[in-house]
């Protein structure tokens, strides 16, 4: 079965650069969440998207933002990155309405330099 | 903020059963209990839900009290593979019905041979 793709796997990026994370969920899923996890850390909420608006944000920087587009797919856009933005960023996703698990993808490794 | 309070590590002896405690005294009537896994660095992974009555499937038992503040994972037969952090989770509800999940620190199981 299809599950949640995410690329790049992972990425390198030095201090002030930018970087875009994509996230492709399972087919059919109208929802789509972002997490952050940070070396040793456990994952925190950053933003959702529910056919293609958002529809909650949690701790996500302001040099952060996001949006889903009409495939359903979702990126992760970040700005002026900080050596503490290094981490794994997972995606997930989930269809409104069903029994409710959120199916998550692999993750995208980011590491500051 | 996580409702949850679990253990923050357990082992357990290869072949025998694992049972992974979880409070959540101040859950509400209409939310769900539910419990992921994430082996090490991988996506969080579902394993069951449930809202108060047992639940088991191929995975693992879901044993909720009768007061609801209270919960148990239990796998079975644990295996090596099994060692990863389980998180128990409240599922929020949140304007729009696209409901995220809020991760707490999650309980360390170790599965030793």
């Known amino acids: 079965a299809a599950g949640v793709i995410q690329s790049p796997r992972h990425l390198i990026k030095e201090k002030r650069e930018t970087a875009t994370l994509k996230c492709y969920p399972i087919?059919?899923?109208?929802?789509v969440y972002w997490y952050q996890q940070g070396p040793g850390q456990d994952p925190q909420f950053l933003i959702s998207?529910?056919?293609?608006?958002?529809?909650d944000k949690g701790s996500i920087p302001d040099r952060f933002s996001a949006q889903q587009f009409s495939d359903y797919h979702s990126e992760l856009n970040m700005s002026s990155l900080e050596l503490g933005d290094s981490a794994l960023y997972f995606c997930?996703?989930?269809?409104?309405?069903?029994?409710?698990?959120?199916?998550f993808g692999e993750g995208s490794r980011l590491t500051v330099l | 903020d996580a409702k949850t309070t679990q253990p923050p590590s357990m082992d357990c002896a290869e072949g025998r059963a694992a049972n992974l405690p979880c409070n959540h005294s101040?859950?509400?009537?209409?939310?769900?209990v539910y419990w992921y896994r994430q082996i090490h660095s991988q996506g969080p992974q579902y394993i069951i839900h449930?809202?108060?009555n047992n639940e088991t499937n191929e995975m693992a038992s879901l044993i909720i009290t009768e007061d609801r503040k209270s919960s148990t994972l239990i796998l079975p037969h644990a295996t090596l593979r099994d060692t990863a952090v389980y998180y128990c989770?409240?599922?929020?509800?949140?304007?729009?019905?696209?409901?995220?999940?809020?991760f707490g620190k999650g309980t360390k199981l170790t599965v030793n041979p």
């Open positions: 989770i409240v599922r929020v509800t949140i304007q729009g019905g696209s409901e995220k999940l809020v």
């Open positions: 101040t859950i509400s009537g209409n939310e769900y």
């Open positions: 087919p059919r899923h109208d929802t």
């Open positions: 998207f529910y056919e293609k608006m958002q529809s």
């Open positions: 449930g809202l108060k």
């Open positions: 997930a996703s989930s269809l409104r309405g069903a029994t409710g698990e959120l199916f």
